[in-house]
Each structure stands twice: as structure tokens, then as C-alpha cells.
Nanobody, 122 residues
């Protein structure tokens, strides 16, 4: 079992930046992902990173603006979000998968955090 806790969400103006963090309860080399869900929509893939951090994948909508990274010594995964847009407004979730290199499929992840809200004003 691993517990995940997200932090770093908040309210920001369009064009601004936020950095989300996800802290795991124990050391793990699980693949990690970030997903988001806006009201009335399905949960959507944002970014993923492999256990060693060498492989990353991004949704087309965030490529070039968001960067996922991890620090396995601190059991954390981060999502740096730049050039934020109002359409990035959502509840952002951190997830962990005990296999694979990081998948865009939410069903590949067995562990989830509670989410952190990101709101981007226009």
C-alpha cells in the first residue's frame, strides 16, 4: 500500500504558473501520473513518469507548458505548470502504478490521492 497526498493547488491568473507536489507515504519506484477532472467531465490524463524518471509522457493539451519530475530520495513527484489557461482549471490527482513506465490510462493506476484544486482565472 502507498498513500499519496497532493499539494500546491490554488488560484492563479491566466499566464501564471503553479507547481503541484505529490508525496508518497513510502519509498517506491512506481510509475506516477497526474490526471485532472473538471466539473461535468471525465477524468483526463495530464502527464506520467516512469519509476526511474527517464520516461515521461504528456497529454497534447499540456505539452510544452507542463513538466513532470520526481525525486525518489524524497518520495515526491512534481508537476510544474506554466502558461496556465482557464481550461486548465480542474481538480488534479496524483496516481501510482506498480507496473509499467507511466500510462495515460487511468485504469492502470492502483493508488490515488485526494486531489488538489487548480483554478485559472481569465
Amino acid at each position: 500500500q502507498v498513500q499519496l497526498v497532493e499539494s500546491g493547488g490554488g488560484l492563479v491568473q491566466a499566464g501564471g504558473s503553479l507547481r503541484l507536489s505529490c508525496a508518497a507515504s513510502r519509498r517506491t519506484n512506481y510509475a506516477m501520473g497526474w490526471f485532472r477532472q473538471a466539473p461535468g467531465t471525465e477524468r483526463a490524463f495530464v502527464a506520467a513518469i516512469s519509476g526511474g524518471g527517464l520516461n515521461t509522457e504528456y497529454a497534447d493539451s499540456v505539452k510544452g507548458r507542463f513538466t513532470i519530475s520526481r525525486d525518489n530520495a524524497k518520495n515526491t513527484v512534481s508537476l510544474q505548470m506554466n502558461s496556465l489557461k482557464p481550461e486548465d482549471t480542474a481538480l488534479y490527482y496524483c496516481a501510482a502504478a506498480n507496473y509499467g513506465l507511466g500510462s495515460p490510462n487511468q485504469y492502470d493506476y492502483g493508488y490515488w490521492g485526494q486531489g488538489t484544486q487548480v483554478t485559472v482565472s481569465s
